[in-house]
C-alpha cells in the first residue's frame, strides 16, 4: 500500500492556507539573518523591552494565579513573586510609552504601515484596563479602597453595570484570561506585522547631494548584516 498522498484536484484547504501564510509573511522576513544598521539606535530597543517584560509578567502571574490570595500575602516566596509581578508590570507600561511615544515622532505608520501602529496603540488601550482589574484582585485593603473608587468613576460614565469592579470573581477573570489572552494576541499580530512590514526606518536626511534623486522616505533599506 503505497503512503504517497494523493493530491486533490483543486488542492487541499491545507494547502491553501500554508501558501497562504507562506506568501503573507516568507520565512526570510519571519526570520531574518540580519537587520538594518539603524536598529542599532536606543529608540529601537523599548519594544523588545516591552516583549521581555510581557514575558516576565505572564510567568509570574501564572504562579501567583495558581498559588492563590493566601500564598502571595503570607508567604515569603509569594511576597517574591508578588513584586516581581508587579515591578514588571511597571516596567512594561514604562517601556511601552517610551515605546509609543518614541514611534510616534518617527511617524511609524509611513511606508504602509499602518496596521503596526494599530495594534500598538491598541495593545496600550486594552493593557490599562488589565492592569486595573490586577489591582483590584489583590484581596486586600489597597484592593478594596482602589475598587470602590473606580466603581465611582466607572459609575459616572454608565458602564459600572458591565464593568464591576467590586466583584472580585469578575475582575479575576477579566484579569487572568480574558485580558491577557487579548493582549498577547495583540502583540503576536504587531510582532508579525512588524517582521512582514520591516522595521521602521528614521526619516531621510534634510541635507542631500545636489542634484542627487531624492531618498524615498518609509522604504526600509535592504539588511546589511547582523548589528554587533
Known amino acids: 500500500m503505497s503512503t504517497t498522498p494523493t493530491p486533490t484536484p483543486h488542492g487541499s484547504w491545507t494547502g491553501r492556507v500554508r501558501e497562504a501564510a507562506v506568501s503573507a509573511l516568507p520565512p526570510e522576513k519571519l526570520l531574518p539573518e540580519g537587520q538594518p544598521t539603524y536598529v542599532a539606535s536606543w529608540i529601537y530597543v523599548f519594544g523588545v523591552a516591552s516583549i521581555a517584560s510581557l514575558v516576565v509578567i505572564i510567568v509570574s502571574g501564572s504562579?501567583?494565579?495558581?498559588?492563590?490570595p493566601a500564598w502571595w500575602h503570607y508567604t515569603g516566596v509569594g511576597h517574591f513573586f508578588n513584586s516581581v509581578h508587579l515591578w514588571a508590570v511597571e516596567l512594561f507600561?514604562?517601556?511601552m510609552v517610551v515605546h509609543l511615544w518614541g514611534k510616534y515622532w518617527m511617524a511609524a505608520w509611513r511606508g504602509g504601515r499602518t496596521r503596526v501602529w494599530v495594534t500598538g496603540a491598541i495593545t496600550f488601550l486594552v493593557a490599562v484596563p488589565t492592569a486595573l482589574t490586577g489591582y483590584v484582585s489583590q484581596q486586600n485593603f489597597d484592593a478594596q479602597w482602589i475598587a470602590t473608587q473606580a466603581k465611582d468613576g466607572l459609575n459616572s460614565v454608565g458602564v459600572g453595570a458591565f464593568f464591576n469592579?467590586?466583584?472580585?470573581?469578575?475582575?479575576?477573570?477579566?484579569?487572568?484570561l480574558l485580558l491577557p489572552l487579548a493582549v498577547v494576541a495583540l502583540v503576536t499580530a504587531h510582532v508579525l506585522l512588524v517582521r512582514r512590514h520591516g522595521v521602521v526606518p528614521p526619516f531621510a536626511l534634510e541635507s542631500r547631494p545636489t542634484g542627487g534623486p531624492p531618498e524615498p522616505v518609509g522604504e526600509q533599506p535592504p539588511p546589511v548584516g547582523a548589528v554587533s
Not at 63 to 68: A, D, F, M, T, Y
Not at 165 to 172: A, E, L, P, R, S
Open 63 to 68: 504562579i501567583l494565579s495558581l498559588k492563590g
Open 93 to 95: 507600561f514604562f517601556v
Open 165 to 176: 469592579v467590586t466583584n472580585f470573581g469578575q475582575m479575576y477573570s477579566y484579569h487572568v
